[in-house]
């Protein structure tokens, strides 16, 4: 099950606070991206958040072992 939407750990991600070396090559490069977009200004971290969110909800089952390992479940 996906963490919610408003646990930290999605925030930290965008702002590059926790380093994890995804093992899906797809879920890192989303990752990689909005940051570097939310370090430009060009999108607010909700934004970025809920972009992310979606991804991983679309893809739970590909990015499960990511999810927890990110979110310690």
Do not use: T
Not at 4 to 20: A, F, M
């Amino acid at each position: 099950m996906l963490p919610e939407k408003d646990r930290p750990e999605w925030r930290s991600l965008i702002k590059g606070k926790i380093d994890h070396n995804c093992s899906s090559f797809s879920l890192q490069m989303k990752i990689n991206s909005l940051q570097r977009i939310y370090k430009m200004g060009l999108m607010k971290i909700d934004e970025a958040v809920d972009d992310l969110y979606s991804l991983c909800e679309k893809y739970e089952n590909l990015y499960s072992d990511d999810i927890k390992q990110i979110f310690n479940s």
